[in-house]
């Protein structure tokens, strides 16, 4: 049994990647595509076996090389040696540039559940990449002309999904003020009221990345996925593009999908309360219920770029489209701005005071 699955043309022996255009596999070479349905049989070694003891459940099948810690690989098509990380599921090999899909970081208690195929290739990255330079009055001149980007790579990014009922109960203090008056006096009426809000909230694959190595805030900016594209995982689609299995447990990850489904619930119950004049949360409780998790592979284009020594990500959606990533600001650029605003600001005071005059 080979460790690294490779996915080769029936028409020309070459190795076929998945295409993001025909959703397919499709050969670069003669064109040949087929169905991702017809590499199933490569995928049998994967399925979790049904026989599973409780006791044992977290015991992990590891292969004896990586339980010490190496993680070498021997590419089936050259011979040449790949050398992977921990968490490295999908790759290339880095003699021939033969796309290879490292079996073990997917198979038993590590299959993923599902997968959102790439929608977006590489040039549709390189051009929201460009799209998001433009019209960037502020962006460094030298950060556009030199227009490097030092790597681009389309990578499946583990994500944990949480499903939950959210079963809340939350108390607030309202108050209604009224003025009227008489003759004699102003009057000021103030009410107080206690205001409860209790009921159940649904939440549905609410996504939290699951890789030590990506920025959360990143991932969480690249949201939302559309989670009707995702389909059963299969390993064909990670065929050429970077995978990483996770890292980070679906326990520890539970606890910031707890935060954004209090929060979200929170202010979900919020919104139904209206017509005080102020109001302010008393007590607040978030219980979860049928609380699940699944595993899943979502797809995102990673743009590195260095400038003035420092690192700049950018990061798309492989799905939407969706470009996130700050760009460096010329601090002298910003000087002639505020300077034109500042006295386009003065031409305008100028203006309406002569009106005023
Ligand atoms: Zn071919
Ligand atoms: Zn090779």
Redesign the pocket.
Known sequence: MSQLLEYK?P????S?EFNTKEQNMK?P????EFDVDALDGLDEELKTKDDRMEWSKNDEVIDDTEAQGINIFVCNSCGGEIVGEDVTGATFCPFCDNPVVMKSRFAGELKPDYVIPFKLDRDAAKAAYMKHLSGKKLLPKVFRTENHIDEIKGIYVPFWLFSATADADITYRGTRTRFHSDSKYNYTVTSHYAIRRAGKLGFRNVPVDGSVRMDNDLMESLEPYNFSDAVDFKTAYLSGFFADKYDVSSQESSLRANERIKASTESEFRRTVHGYSTLVTQSSGVSLEDAQAKYALYPVWLLNTTWKDKKYVFAMNGQTGKFVGNLPIDRGAWARWFALFAGIFSAAAVLIMHFFL
Request: net charge negative; charged share 10%.
């Open positions: 043309c028409g020309c022996g070459a076929v050969c070479y003669c064109d040949t």
